[in-house]
C-alpha cells in the first residue's frame, strides 16, 4: 500500500534531462494552503481575488518526510525529492505515449490525485523555466489537476535558509491513472485552419528565415525578466498584439522552448496550445510530394 499525503505532505521529483538540455526538475506536492482559491481556477487563468496563480511562492510550500532516500553524487534539491532522468519520458524529440508516461510517473509514486508543483531551469540552455515549463504543459495534458511551477529555484530556496539535500526520496510505486486532453495541444489541421492566432515564440533570427504563414513573432526571451515568467502587468503588455477572444498557437522548432510562451499566455486567461515548426514542415513536405505525385 503506498503511502498517502497529509495535507502537509509533499512530493518531490527532481528530473534531469539529458544530453539535449541537462534540464533539473522537481515535481513537489503543496501542502492544502498552497490551493486556497483552488476552485474557481481555470486552467492558467487566474481568480479575481487573486487567489489562483499556476506560479507557485516558496513560502506556500510545505514539507514531508519519506522512508528511504538514495543518493544523488552531483547536484543539491530541495529534501525529499524524488528522482528521474527527463529523457525517461521522451521518444527523441517527442514525448512518449500517454500509457508509457503514465507508467513512469506510477512506478515512482506519483498518482494523479498528488498536488504537485514543478521547479528546475535547463542549465546548458542558459537557464530559465522552459524545461519546467514543458513538464507543466506534459501534466496538464495528461490531466492532471492539481499542478503549479515553482517560482523559484533550488538556489532560492537555500538562501530561504530551506533544506536541501544531496539525497532523494523513494516512494511505492502507485497507479497513475491519466485524463488525456488534447486541448492543449496544436495540430497542423487546426494550425492551417487559421482559427487560432499563432505566435512564432523563437529568435527573431529564426523567425526571419522562415515561419508558420501569418505567424507573429513574439520570441520566448521576451516573457522573460531574467530566468524568470514576467509579472502579469507585463505579460499583457507582450500579448497586447493578441486577441484575447481568440485561441492561441504557441510554437518553436520542437515545442521545448515554446511552452515559456504557451506558459505565459495561460497565466493571463488566453486559450493557448503548444505546437512545433518540425510538425509545420513535415506535414508540408508530405502536402508538397502528395501534390507532386498528382501532377
Known amino acids: 500500500m503506498r503511502h498517502e499525503n497529509s495535507v502537509n505532505d509533499m512530493v518531490l521529483l527532481k528530473v534531469k534531462m539529458g544530453i539535449v538540455c541537462g534540464a533539473f526538475l522537481a515535481i513537489i506536492a503543496l501542502s492544502q494552503s498552497a490551493y486556497a482559491g483552488a476552485e ?104 492532471h489537476k492539481n499542478v503549479r511551477i515553482l517560482n523559484g529555484y533550488v538556489q532560492d530556496w537555500k538562501d530561504k535558509g530551506l533544506p536541501v539535500s544531496s539525497s532523494t526520496t523513494v516512494r511505492p510505486a502507485a497507479e497513475y491513472t491519466p485524463q488525456f486532453t488534447d486541448r492543449l495541444i496544436g495540430n497542423y489541421e487546426y494550425v492551417k485552419s487559421s482559427q ?24 520566448y526571451e521576451s ?31 520542437t515545442g521545448f522552448k515554446g511552452s515559456v510562451v504557451w506558459l505565459a499566455l495561460e497565466i493571463i486567461g488566453y486559450d493557448a496550445r503548444l505546437y512545433s515548426y518540425q510538425d509545420w514542415m513535415a506535414n508540408q513536405l508530405t502536402e508538397q510530394k502528395s501534390s507532386d505525385t498528382q501532377e
Open 223 to 253: 516573457v522573460l525578466d531574467g530566468d524568470r515568467i514576467r509579472n502579469v502587468n507585463d505579460l499583457e503588455k507582450r500579448f497586447s498584439i493578441l486577441n484575447k477572444e481568440q485561441p492561441v498557437v504557441a510554437y518553436t522548432n
Open 196 to 219: 487560432p492566432q499563432v505566435v512564432d515564440a523563437r529568435t527573431v533570427q529564426e523567425y526571419g528565415s522562415g515561419s508558420i504563414p501569418g505567424a507573429i513573432s513574439i520570441p
Open 40 to 143: 474557481c481556477a481555470s486552467l492558467g487563468g487566474a481568480c479575481d481575488d487573486g487567489g489562483w496563480d499556476p506560479l507557485a511562492k516558496l513560502d506556500e510550500i510545505g514539507t514531508g518526510k519519506y522512508d528511504q532516500d538514495v543518493s544523488e553524487s552531483s547536484k543539491e534539491h530541495i529534501s525529499g525529492s524524488l528522482a528521474i532522468p527527463y529523457q525517461e519520458f521522451m521518444e527523441g524529440d517527442s514525448l512518449k505515449s500517454v500509457p508509457e508516461i503514465a507508467e513512469i510517473l506510477g512506478n515512482i509514486g506519483i498518482s494523479q490525485d498528488d498536488f504537485l508543483v514543478i521547479y528546475g531551469q535547463c542549465l546548458p540552455c542558459g537557464g530559465g523555466p522552459s524545461a519546467s515549463a514543458y513538464v507543466y504543459w506534459m501534466m496538464k495534458s495528461l490531466g
